[in-house]
């Protein structure tokens, strides 16, 4: 699809609720730009004249530079699809598991980070896995990604890192039953994942 090169292009297709799956941009030189479009205007075969001059390339370059910024970082934080790491292999993958009721990796879905946090299940922002095993609180909440977070029944689940990821997938059921044999403590006794800024005041200054 050849459309989306400013933001309001991007927020009609969210308005009609299309997404694209992968975004992939195709760079090329300015230079070799007005080359091409210098052969096509001389290409006898042409059904009709282009805009393509090098004042009207040079002016079609301006507002594509402009306009592509906010696109890009629209598609690459919102969406997570900004690149072409993933393929039909992932789609197959993820459709055949659902189709058995099974656990499946949603990476580079493009699940957006408000639907995610919209369908997170009863573990909320924490790996079920670590509660399950080895009676821990991991705080999964601070990583963006959703490379280790996995679709089950309808919600998502937060995993701490890939081990855990591949175990959920292995036996969601006994990490996510139906009735859950282990509850989050309240609010205010669950550990919080605290980044470098927070953390810093807590701590004496050195003298």
Same mark, same amino acid.
């Given at each position: 699809?050849?459309?989306?090169? !400013? ?5 009609? @297709?969210?308005?009609? *609720? ?26 006898? $075969?042409? /059904?009709?004249? +282009?805009?393509?001059? &090098?004042?009207?390339?040079? %002016?079609? $370059?301006?507002?594509?530079?402009? *306009?592509?910024?906010?696109?890009? =970082?629209? %598609? ?5 699809? *900004?690149?072409?790491?993933? $393929?039909?292999?992932?789609? !197959?993958?993820? +459709?055949?598991?659902?189709?058995? $009721? !099974?656990?499946? *990796?949603?990476?580079? +879905?493009?699940?957006?980070? =408000?639907? @995610? ?34 679709? %089950? ?8 890192? /890939?081990?855990?990821? !591949? ?15 282990? @509850? @989050? ?5 669950? /550990? ?11 701590? &004496?200054? &050195?003298?």
């Amino acid at each position: 699809m050849d459309f989306h090169y !400013q933001k309001k292009h991007v927020e009609l @297709l969210v308005e009609k *609720g299309i997404i694209p799956f992968k975004v992939s941009e195709l760079e090329c030189d300015f230079t070799e730009c007005t080359i091409r479009a210098m052969k096509d205007r001389n290409d006898p $075969n042409r /059904p009709f004249p +282009l805009r393509d001059s &090098p004042e009207a390339m040079a %002016y079609k $370059n301006g507002i594509y530079q402009h *306009g592509i910024v906010p696109v890009r =970082q629209w %598609y690459t934080e919102e969406h997570k699809n *900004g690149n072409i790491k993933c $393929n039909k292999k992932k789609i !197959q993958n993820y +459709l055949e598991r659902k189709l058995l $009721n !099974q656990a499946a *990796g949603i990476a580079d +879905l493009c699940i957006s980070p =408000q639907e @995610l946090l919209n369908r997170l299940g009863e573990h909320e922002h924490y790996c079920p896995v670590s509660l399950t095993l080895r009676d821990e609180l991991v705080d999964c909440s601070a990583t963006i990604t959703t490379d280790y977070v996995a679709e %089950y029944q309808g919600r998502y689940y937060r995993m701490a890192g /890939p081990k855990e990821l !591949q175990l959920f997938l292995d036996d969601s059921e006994r990490f996510a039953p139906v009735a859950p044999r282990k @509850l @989050l403590p309240a609010p205010n006794h669950r /550990p919080h994942r605290r980044t470098e800024a927070e953390a810093k005041p807590m701590f &004496p200054k &050195p003298i």
